[in-house]
């Protein structure tokens, strides 16, 4: 009877402490925290994004991530979360519209986690972009210039030399000109939005936001203008119809086309001639694009600080980024996956390097809490500029 209480006794015990780990197991369990992120992108580009959030969950199984994923008219729905104050923990953003949010307080200062993030790992221009009033409020993922794309099949049809390193404004001119062949090619792109006339304006001397009454912007803007209207060498709208500069190229109705590192992954898989990349040419200030950069933030409201400068960090990490950079799709804020071999040793486009010599003579977007309304009103007085 002894040895039967004793045996009862043990199997209480080993059940009481079974039934004891089961609960605190499923308590555990029950400890899961949410952190909600928010982020537009392509469907290509969720292709790479969504792994990594997976991988990061396996990781760190005491946190689950709810990805919120606006692919269109992004930041006024995230105007509205945070008006409502149901902000997402982490919102991908970008310098042209951090200085809104920050400027409001609606996001953290990352400022004193520069141990976590270790911010000399990253291009000092790129946080620089993600600084407002000296203070960093998210943690840079790409930054982002404009490099001259070009077709050398058709360099090799008008037997016209390839671009060189540092070559100048007026061998750009020349070049555009033996490349122009109406009404089959023209030799340069042209866009109206102010992103891609920025360099002209700049390499020309501009220094802050363009004023159209400005004298430098005004100096600039007839540098562009000048393309179509005095040389004929890029496109009119009447000459592009429909199709996007990116679309003429592919056509091989452009010889050379302004754009960033955005459409590497497309031109990569659809252009059926040889291509390559050079930086923009040197005006009278020198060769100077403007430098936009996207990243991480966290929002002031988020109840889960902890979780989301986790996330971040996994995010931002040497590991992710070169996970990034392998797509071609941006060219990394982070100093080591920039100079990998994921970014560098690549066929498409063999001078890969340009994106990163770019970063040396560019500066950040000078930007204001008010610049879209800026640039909109910019784009209505060039409009009959550009379209004499």
Not at 7 to 36: D, M, P, W
Not at 55 to 73: S, Y
């Amino acid at each position: 009877m002894k040895k039967t209480i004793i045996v009862f006794c043990s199997l209480l015990a080993i059940l009481l402490a079974s039934g004891l780990y089961i609960n605190n197991h499923h308590h555990g369990q029950n400890k899961q925290v949410t952190v909600q992120f928010a982020s537009w992108g392509s469907e290509s580009e969720l292709k790479i994004l969504k792994p990594v959030l997976k991988d990061f969950e396996k990781e760190n199984p005491e946190i689950k991530i709810d990805f919120l994923h606006i692919p269109q008219n992004y930041f006024q729905k995230i105007h509205l979360l945070i008006a409502s104050n149901t902000a997402p923990d982490v919102i991908f953003i970008n310098n042209q519209y951090l200085p809104i949010y920050a400027n409001a307080n609606c996001l953290e200062d990352l400022t004193p986690y520069n141990k976590d993030f270790s911010f000399d790992k990253f291009f000092d221009k790129s946080i620089q972009a993600m600084t407002y009033k000296n203070k960093i409020y998210a943690v840079p993922r790409d930054i982002s210039t404009l490099v001259i794309f070009y077709n050398k099949d058709i360099f090799d049809r008008y037997n016209v030399a390839y671009p060189k390193n540092n070559w100048t404004y007026d061998e750009f001119l020349q070049t555009a000109q033996k490349l122009t062949h109406t009404p089959e090619v023209y030799g340069i792109s042209f866009e109206e939005e102010p992103l891609f006339y920025l360099p002209y304006l700049m390499s020309f001397g501009l220094e802050s936001i363009p004023r159209y009454d400005d004298k430098t912007t005004q100096i600039g803007l007839k540098v562009y203008a000048d393309l179509r209207n005095k040389y004929h060498i890029a496109p009119l709208k009447t000459d592009s119809a429909s199709a996007t500069m990116a679309q003429m190229f592919l056509q091989q109705k452009l010889a050379m086309h302004l754009t960033g590192r955005w459409l590497v992954p497309k031109y990569r898989q659809d252009a059926k001639f040889r291509w390559d990349v050079a930086g923009f040419p040197k005006g009278s200030a020198g060769s100077i694009t403007p430098i936009d950069v996207s990243g991480w933030a966290i929002t002031k409201t988020s109840k889960h600080k902890k979780e989301a400068l986790k996330l971040i960090q996994y995010l931002s990490s040497e590991k992710s980024s070169k996970i990034y950079t392998q797509s071609g799709l941006i060219v990394p804020a982070r100093i080591d996956a920039a100079t990998s071999e994921a970014f560098l040793d690549d066929n498409s486009p063999q001078n890969a390097k340009v994106f990163v010599d770019a970063i040396k003579t560019s500066v950040p977007t000078p930007v204001s809490i008010d610049y879209r309304e800026k640039l909109d009103e910019l784009k209505k007085k060039t409009e009959y500029l550009f379209n004499k």
